[in-house]
């Protein structure tokens, strides 16, 4: 069994940063690809940024020159930089890897709030 573990939320200011970790328990390079998603309250789950291990990286519009997405396959992990957060950032936050002939794997989701 193939498991996501995620940490790195947080409360934080506007224009402040984190970063999120999504560790797996095997070999990124197990997967087709992964990536992060994020569900505000009472909002569809959307789509934030994806890294292909060939290392190309794709964003949402709205976080586009404010969030990175990275890996560091060593440590069979993910991050996520989010830089100049702003409030409509808050959301669960939730690691995604896709995987061969399978089901998507998800982790247990982070929370990010980013409130004065």
């Known amino acids: 069994q193939v498991q996501l573990v995620e940490s790195g939320g947080g409360l934080v200011q506007p224009g402040g940063s984190l970063r999120l970790s999504c560790a797996a328990s095997?070999?990124?390079?197990?997967?087709?690809?992964m990536g992060w998603f994020r569900q505000a309250p009472g909002k569809q789950r959307e789509l934030v940024a994806t890294?292909?291990?060939?290392?190309?990286?794709d964003y949402k519009d709205s976080v586009k020159g404010r969030f990175t997405i990275s890996s560091d396959n060593a440590k069979n992990t993910v991050y996520l930089q989010m830089n100049s957060l702003k409030p409509e950032d808050t959301a669960v936050y939730y690691c995604?890897?896709?995987?061969?002939?399978?089901?998507?794997?998800w982790g247990q989701g982070t929370q990010v709030t980013v409130s004065s």
């Open positions: 995604n890897a896709r995987r061969f002939n399978d089901n998507d794997l």
């Open positions: 890294i292909a291990f060939g290392g190309n990286t």
């Open positions: 095997r070999s990124i390079f197990s997967f087709n690809g």
